[in-house]
């Protein structure tokens, strides 16, 4: 089956994460579940740190795709830093043993105690996106008596050719500051000893698929740089943010080299420019499932419904995006596929995962997986309806443990008065 990973292969009848079987995962943890597959995170680092390796880079995680503590431990492990964007995050980011001063603090709102906290921590670097935050920041820096370093997030004003709910990079979105602004914004921190501009970040958009967004960005963070040198600011580094594509249906992003020479060709003129990268969804996406148990079938004239025990709140991106995951049977079987519409128990309509998709008709009970979940997907989990979130698993070296254990009503209820 064309969709399936590496990591993710049927064993005989029985799909397996890593060679362990999910319908084992799932009569030990229960459904739904969301499983991981360690190998195919390291690989996907290995991958992106090899096609840049004509560079001095550094890899940051941006957390929000998948915020597991385990996760980011086994990043910090090979070396990765980490995107984030709140306080939360980094915290998350530090207990996790990433070292602070690999991490880079994005994000349109931070407040003052975010923005002290990074500055204790010695983040490096805060990714400014407007003017007052980085009166803030200098704010925040003067009375601790430190030094911010900071990158503005450049707008470029580039279509990244993506959803219009993940594209960033145009004037028209929330994010960054465009080429006079920023130019505007290194010219004061030149003059304020509490600020120190370190470099330039922008990123333009998520699950984008073609070379083309990219080649025009880094082209006017370059025109930028250069106009910095030219007045005497030297950069560290450029951040070219996140925002490399998968295939969740039939799309075909770019091979990572044909990013890399681009990359390379563009940078040729800046050899003292380290490079950062901010990828999310390419690390972790499809090393995730979510294991989900038909609960019903139903028909109505119209449509067969195949009605499932997970739902929006579990992996919102269907209802959220209209977004194509694939489902596949845990148990591979030889009945004839018929199109179905694969919902969820929440009260709502867009509580659907696929809408008439040919699916073998299943029987109760069957264990169905909904593939390429690991990014996006437990982090954007919620508890609407009152639904405690599913556990996470993950695989490594052929056993499995739980890194996250189920909810229950207990802790929906927590901090109820
Ligand atoms: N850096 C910054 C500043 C970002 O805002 C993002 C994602 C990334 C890096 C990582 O982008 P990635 O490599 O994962 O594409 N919930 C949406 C995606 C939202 C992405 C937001 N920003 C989804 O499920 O498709």
Redesign the pocket.
């Known amino acids: 089956m064309s969709t399936l990973e590496p990591c993710i292969e049927y064993r005989g009848d029985r799909l397996a994460v890593d060679g362990v079987p999910l319908e084992r995962i799932a009569k030990d943890v229960g459904t739904p579940a969301y499983v991981y597959s360690a190998e195919e995170i390291q690989q996907r680092f290995a991958a992106l740190d090899a096609a840049f390796s004509f560079r001095d880079h550094l890899i940051c995680y941006?957390m929000?795709?998948n915020p597991s503590l385990s996760i980011c431990r086994l990043l910090a492990k090979l070396g990765a830093g980490a995107?984030v964007?709140s306080g939360g995050e980094f915290r998350r980011a530090v207990e996790a043993g990433i070292d602070p001063r690999k991490v880079v603090f994005?994000g349109v709102g931070k407040t003052d105690d975010e923005i002290a906290y990074a500055l204790r921590k010695r983040a490096l670097a805060l990714?400014v996106e407007s003017q007052e935050e980085l009166d803030a920041v200098a704010r925040v820096a003067g009375r601790l008596g430190v030094t911010a370093r900071f990158t503005v997030r450049l707008n470029p004003n580039v279509d990244a050719g993506t959803?219009r709910?993940?594209t960033?990079g145009r004037h028209d979105n929330k994010f960054g500051i465009d080429f006079r602004g920023a130019l505007e914004l290194y010219g004061r921190a030149q003059k304020d000893r509490r600020v120190k501009a370190v470099g330039i970040q922008s990123?333009i958009g998520?699950?984008i698929t073609q070379v083309k967004p990219y080649r025009e960005a880094l082209s006017v963070i370059l025109t930028l740089a250069e106009r910095l040198a030219r007045r005497g600011q030297k950069l560290e580094y450029i951040d070219m943010?996140?925002?490399?594509g998968i295939t969740y249906r039939d799309e075909v992003p770019m091979p990572l080299e044909t990013l890399a020479k681009e990359v390379r060709s563009q940078l040729s003129v800046w050899p003292g420019l380290k490079l950062l990268l901010?990828?999310?969804?390419?690390l972790t996406a499809d090393s995730g499932v979510l294991i989900t148990r038909v609960l019903y079938r139903k028909r109505t004239e119209s449509t067969r419904f195949v009605i499932v025990d997970a739902a929006m709140n579990d992996l919102l991106?269907p209802a959220l995006?209209e977004?194509y995951h694939p489902i596949v049977p845990v148990r591979r079987t030889r009945s004839a596929a018929v199109p179905v519409d694969v919902v969820g128990p929440v009260c709502e309509t867009s509580d659907c995962f696929a809408k008439a998709r040919p699916m073998p008709w299943p029987s109760q009970g069957d264990l169905w997986a909904v593939l390429k979940a690991g990014?996006?997907g437990f982090s954007?989990a919620s508890t609407y309806n009152s639904r405690p979130r599913p556990p996470e698993v993950l695989v490594s070296g052929g056993s499995y443990r739980v890194i996250r254990a189920r909810e229950t009503f207990e802790d929906l209820v927590r901090h109820e008065r």
């Open positions: 941006a929000k795709a995107d964007v994005s990714n959803h709910h993940i960033t990123h998520s699950q943010g996140g925002g490399i901010e990828p999310g969804r390419f991106r995006y977004a990014a996006y954007m």
